[in-house]
């Protein structure tokens, strides 16, 4: 992919190298001014520029990060309070005790997203996989989505493996053209079919949204149901949807949405939403992924966004910093392996311990695959082995039929906390 040539690009040492998607006019950009300056816990930070009297530039606005909208939530409650429309207090993170919370409009931009993406038409019957509840949105957005597009709903919610059988039987019942979930719910489904011979559902459409589509679960899809559309979208709960994707376009790929501006400063991601209705001050806002502004294959002439990783990944163990997605990738480079996650145990104490856990195909000797994945990470990952061979049980590989989720959100992380309370090791509770 290349960048495309309507992008503006920016070559500056104060700004970092900077590309936008489009550029924001000064009339949009002086009333989001406005606006932020005018939230209590963000005045003193833009009051100088939303009295400045020339125009304004947004690279020389500051970013705002997760940081700072944590302490936000009693002023943006009174700012939703005082709109002609509603909004839902959503939790993107955090801690049952501290969860970072966030406000969506109730119609959660849905009438505008279908302007620009229809994966459903009057005619489906969509499976709502997705964890109702507890402050998640993305079962209330699918439900309302499905709404709008006339299609009929059948709001589930997560489904234990155990029961899994059952419910495919019923949704099967009911006629189920699509589904929507996490990419870690939809290889779970895979999954189960493929190794207790059940009848694959017959799902035509795909929606997904939370984490990133992996290799592997592409591999499931392309293998398992080859003739299924893929409907992606890319946001978070602070921004809601930047971006979507469909069949034609790379599971990578998003296209932006009108209202949402997106800047790269040195791989870094930037949004701006530009939409009346947006609660949050969502001005030059780190969502906390790497991307690049390219052209996508679908044909559609705006540039679109590909969303790289996340954009400060490093973890430091044995005292070293390292890239959690190096040991994975390697890992997935032995032969029968399919996934990898990595567990820490103690992490930052003395005695902190990694477990590096592989999903591998039926029939793959589990001592020889275990050593050798043990092997191949020690001698490829920089300076791993080496710290290592000096803490020799901090490090260890292990054969698992399946992969942590998180239990509320249906993602499969790429590094889970454990830890040990005195007894044998028990899950971190974070969400």
């Known amino acids: 992919m290349t960048t495309t040539p309507s992008v503006t690009t920016t070559d500056a040492s104060r700004r970092g190298r900077r590309t936008e998607i489009r550029e924001l006019s000064p009339a949009a950009l002086s009333r989001l001014v406005g606006e932020v300056a005018a939230v209590p ?6 009051e100088e520029f939303a009295e400045h009297s020339g125009p304004l530039a947004l690279a020389d606005l500051p970013v ?15 700012v939703a309070r005082g709109r002609l429309h509603g909004a839902y207090v959503y939790g993107s993170g955090g801690t049952t005790s501290a969860p970072k919370l966030s ?15 229809q994966p459903l038409a009057p005619d489906d019957v969509l499976v709502n996989f997705n964890t109702p509840g507890r402050l998640w949105s993305s079962h209330n957005f699918f439900n309302m989505l499905a709404h709008r597009s006339g299609a009929v709903t059948i709001p589930l919610g997560s489904v234990d493996h155990d029961e899994l059988a059952e419910w495919l039987e019923f949704t099967e019942r009911l006629g189920a053209t699509a589904l929507d979930s996490t990419p870690s719910q939809i290889a779970h489904i895979l999954d189960f079919c493929a190794s207790t011979g059940h009848p694959l559902p017959s799902f035509r459409k795909l929606l997904w949204t939370g984490e990133g589509f992996s290799p592997r679960v592409r591999e499931l899809t392309q293998r398992l149901m080859p003739d299924a559309e893929l409907y992606g979208v890319y946001g978070s709960t602070e921004t809601w949807v930047i971006g979507l994707n469909g069949p034609r376009c790379p599971v990578d790929t998003f296209h932006v949405l009108p209202y949402q501006h997106v800047e790269i400063v040195d791989d870094i991601v930037l949004v701006t939403n530009t939409h009346p209705s947006s609660v949050n001050p969502i001005l030059r806002y780190r969502v906390g992924d790497r991307g690049a502004l390219v052209s996508c294959p679908c044909g559609k002439p705006e540039p679109a966004l590909r969303v790289l990783g996340r954009d400060d990944p490093q973890l430091k163990f044995v005292s070293i910093l390292l890239m959690p997605g190096d040991i994975t990738d390697v890992a997935r480079t032995v032969d029968g392996v399919r996934d990898a ?3 820490l145990f103690g992490h930052g104490r003395p005695d902190e311990r990694m477990e590096v856990r592989i999903v591998v195909d039926a029939g793959t000797p589990v001592a020889a695959v275990e050593e050798e994945t043990r092997r191949r990470v020690l ?16 490090f260890s590989v292990r054969v698992v039929e399946r992969l942590a989720v998180n239990p509320r959100t249906h993602k499969t992380p790429q590094v889970v ?12 509770r974070r969400p």
């Open 341 to 343: 996650q990595i567990a």
């Open 417 to 428: 906390h454990e830890h040990r309370p005195g007894g044998p090791d028990e899950p971190d």
């Open 379 to 394: 001698t490829r990952v920089y300076r791993l082995g080496w710290a290592v061979a000096a803490a020799p049980g901090s």
């Open 64 to 78: 705002l990060t997760k940081l700072d909208l944590a302490g936000l939530l009693d002023d943006l409650v009174q």
């Open 103 to 117: 406000l969506v409009p109730t119609g959660m931009f849905v009438e505008d997203i279908l302007k620009d993406w």
């Open 41 to 46: 816990g963000l005045r003193a930070r833009y």
